[in-house]
């Protein structure tokens, strides 16, 4: 199975792996948002900051999830 082809499982079948793809697109979305901004306030930084930790956060446990299924245990 295809690193692809997991992912469109899990997105189907894991809810929490669904909410987190969910969350981490916000947070992109949110930061995009925040980039347009030539410069940014010292909370905007804050938030930017924030942001990347929570995107990456969400990021590894989707790893953890797809490397927890592809060895055959139930994340």
Do not use: C
């Amino acid at each position: 199975m295809t690193q692809e082809n997991l992912i469109d499982r899990l997105i189907a079948e894991n809810e929490e792996f669904r909410g987190l793809r969910s969350e981490h697109q916000g947070y992109e979305r949110e930061l995009e948002t925040l980039k347009e901004h030539p410069s940014l306030s010292a909370d905007h930084h804050w938030r930017v900051s924030e942001l990347k930790k929570l995107k990456l956060m969400a990021k590894d446990r989707m790893e953890a999830i797809i490397r927890s299924t592809r060895s055959g245990v139930t994340a």
